[in-house]
């Protein structure tokens, strides 16, 4: 079953691609495991899927430390400053930065732990003020601050548009999202300005989000089924 809504999801992602012209396997499908057990995941991996996405800390770290290295880890939930140390311990990847505060942690704990992990800027792309992410506007000052204060650079932008069960919805905020990231890295904010990561797009939306300029999708019910 998780074999082959694997394989279904990538060959959708590989025709997008192709219909928009984008470097065929260019895109990353980061499989959503949160709430499926250790079992599901070795599952999703011995098909040959890479990246995982978790996003309570926990929960994480316990499944990282049973699994094979061979995996990559997104981290995708909201990050509080004190538990950073365990999350770049465990992540490869931390999506959701929103503040000053946490990309300075990360570049403490990157050089005390001498690990390496890459972030991207979660921004509030709708506007909501039940989100987290930093607002649209307020993004660039962000990247500035963390140029100026830390060692490290964002590889990119990451976005949750509003719920809607209708994709379509979801596109108005991916080209907003897209736009915004052109802009950014036209002021050479990010960590390589000449591929900036783009992570946005669920189980719903992803394709949308591809056509948008996604770089990294998030998939979960699609791949592991409904979570309780
Ligand atoms: C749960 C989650 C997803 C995956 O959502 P699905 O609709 O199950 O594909 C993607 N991104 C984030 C941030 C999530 O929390």
């Avoid at 430390?65 to 997104?74: A, G, Q, T, V």
């Avoid at 509080?80 to 490869?92: G, P, Y």
């Avoid at 690990?115 to 500035?144: C, R, T, Y």
């Amino acid at each position: 079953m998780i074999a082959e809504n694997i394989n279904t999801i990538n060959s959708k992602i590989r025709a997008c691609e192709k219909k928009c012209n984008k470097i065929i396997g260019s895109t990353k499908l980061v499989a959503v495991s949160k709430r499926k057990n250790a079992n599901l995941i070795l599952e999703a991996h011995n098909c040959g899927q890479v990246f995982f996405g978790e996003n309570y800390l926990q929960e994480a770290i316990k499944k990282v430390s049973e699994l094979p290295s061979s995996i990559k880890w997104h981290f995708i939930g909201n990050l509080q400053s004190n538990k950073v140390k365990k999350a770049v311990a465990s992540f490869d990847v931390i999506e959701t930065v929103d503040k000053l505060r946490l990309a300075q942690a990360i570049d403490k704990q990157v050089c005390s732990l001498n690990k390496n992990v890459s972030f991207l800027i979660q921004v509030n792309i709708g506007d909501e003020i039940q989100k987290s992410g930093i607002a649209p506007e307020k993004a660039e000052g962000l990247l500035k601050e963390i140029i100026e204060t830390t060692s490290l650079k964002a590889s990119g932008i990451m976005v949750i548009p509003p719920y809607s069960p209708q994709p379509e919805a979801s596109r108005p905020f991916f080209i907003r999202a897209k736009k915004l990231t052109d802009e950014l890295a036209k002021k050479e904010l990010f960590f390589n300005n000449e591929s900036v990561e783009l992570s946005m797009g669920m189980s719903s939306d992803y394709i949308q989000a591809i056509e948008e300029g996604a770089t990294i999708v998030r998939v979960g019910t699609a791949i592991f089924g409904k979570r309780d």
